[in-house]
């Protein structure tokens, strides 16, 4: 079975010169070199705006990039994301693009079986790398 792969890389600066986008690379060339067909998102040269209303959320129009992205989701069967922890978390600009990109009708939509969500993506798997830049142990004691 060849499994394809999708690496979004979630921090906020295109410049390659960040730790997750050397784990990226090397992500990659491990997955092509087992026989894995692997794609990129790059979030910082995705353009697309933030939501701010649950209309727009539920019925806005979706931009051509998001679009693209979702059909990269769709392929592959495998995703990894890849972002550095900011304040505890995930960058805004990752958020806002999940925010986009996980809209209902992809990720899921109203289910007429009596559960609340119906579920869309369903046989995905996943990988979340984080990395930081401070000690382990000032991220245990602070957040």
Do not use: C
């Not at 539920?58 to 994301?81: M, R």
């Not at 119906?118 to 000690?135: D, Q």
């Amino acid at each position: 079975m060849k499994e394809e792969i999708l690496i979004i890389q979630g921090h906020p600066d295109k410049a390659p010169a960040h730790f997750g986008h050397a784990l990226g690379k090397a992500y990659q060339r491990g997955a092509e070199t087992a026989g894995r067909s692997v794609k990129h998102i790059n979030v910082a040269a995705v353009e697309f705006p933030l939501l701010h209303t649950k209309i727009e959320f539920d019925h806005g129009q979706i931009p051509l990039a998001i679009k693209n992205a979702q059909g990269d989701i769709l392929w592959a069967d495998h995703i990894v994301i890849i972002y550095p922890l900011w304040l505890g978390t995930m960058p805004a600009l990752l958020k806002g693009f999940f925010e986009q990109v996980f809209r209902p009708g992809f990720a899921m939509r109203e289910s007429t079986s009596g559960h609340l969500w119906e579920k869309l993506l369903k046989g995905k798997s996943a990988r979340i790398i984080v990395t930081m830049g401070m000690p382990a142990f000032f991220i245990a004691g602070f957040f």
